[in-house]
């Protein structure tokens, strides 16, 4: 028993300045501890990023049709309504096609990658949240990980209407054409992809804090006519096209995604015996600093 209690010491783990500190019992820890989880998480996100990035060079030529196909389709929209209207996409420059050869690899290896990071962002937040860990983290990794993609997607989708919208505002039969900077273009796009992407994680966020104790589902059916409303100006102020269509196409989804979070975390209070009562005495003792 002394030898195997000793051995930890006696031959060091493999990279175990880079590994995270063992839990204590009592789930506490130590800030140097939680800098070193801080710096093991982010060193296993930020090389799943560069891998998956790597490997999309192999498909660069693909990547960047992928990437395009929202601007042939907003064009195609845009001369059927408007058969003079002129667009180009050009590249500006001379280190133009490195940039956006780096800023299109990278964003492939964030989205690719997020099954990844999105566990280890869960890994380090989920022992300050509940008790079990283990036995959310499938929960929460099945949850997030389709809404991400499926807000990244509509966002994909959404693009190309908001594309046509913008450039539907130049002015018809004075041979203006419009000059759409690709490094400029995609960082756009990207935005769009990852706002919409990211919106779709609320539920999740939401339940996960109702399940920590911090947010009750009566709360939350309070709330939601505010929330509704900043969803709205959420949306407004995001979507880096401001077109109304893209606005509509993210607060919509964020309302309804709220509501469904709502219902959950009503479900889960009646299982543990919250009510509404309970919530109004809880905020009347909160607020009187009892």
């Known amino acids: 028993m002394a030898t195997t209690a000793t051995e930890p010491d006696a031959k060091p783990r493999r990279l175990g300045w880079l590994r995270p500190p063992a839990p204590s019992e009592d789930g506490t ?6 800098l070193r989880e801080v710096r093991y ?24 049709d992928f990437i395009l196909q929202p601007y042939f389709t907003a064009r195609a ?6 058969p003079g209207a002129q667009t180009l996409i050009v590249n500006d420059g001379v280190v133009r096609p490195l940039t956006l050869a780096v800023i299109a690899c990278s964003m492939a290896g964030v989205i690719v990658s997020c099954p990844i ?42 693009w190309p209407k908001g594309i046509a919208v913008m450039l539907g505002f130049t002015p018809q039969g004075l041979d203006i054409v419009n000059l759409l ?10 935005k769009i992809i990852l706002v919409f992407g990211v919106s779709f994680l609320l539920p999740v966020v939401l339940v ?3 399940m920590a104790g911090v947010v009750k589902g009566h709360q939350l059916v309070k709330s939601r006519k505010f929330v509704i409303f900043g969803t709205f100006v959420f949306a407004a102020v995001a979507t880096p096209s401001t077109d109304p269509f893209s606005m509509l ?33 809880w905020s009347i003792d909160v607020n009187d600093g009892k």
Not at 123 to 152: D, H, N, Q, T
């Open 29 to 34: 820890m130590a800030l140097m501890d939680h």
């Open 41 to 64: 998480r982010l060193t296993i996100s930020v090389t799943a990023v560069v891998i998956t990035g790597i490997v999309a060079i192999f498909f660069y030529k693909e990547l960047i």
């Open 77 to 82: 929209a845009l001369m059927a309504a408007n």
């Open 117 to 158: 990071w999105m566990y280890q962002l869960w890994a380090f937040v989920a022992p300050g949240l509940v008790s079990k860990e283990k036995k959310y983290a499938m929960g929460f990794l099945s949850a997030a990980i389709p809404l991400f993609l499926a807000g990244c997607t509509l966002g994909y989708f959404i």
């Open 181 to 190: 900077e690709m490094s400029s273009f995609l960082a756009l796009e990207i």
């Open 208 to 210: 996960a804090l109702n």
């Open 249 to 281: 196409a993210l607060s919509v989804p964020m309302v309804v995604l709220y509501m469904i979070a709502e219902a959950i975390c009503l479900i889960l209070d009646k299982r543990k015996g919250i009510t509404a009562d309970v919530v109004a005495d």
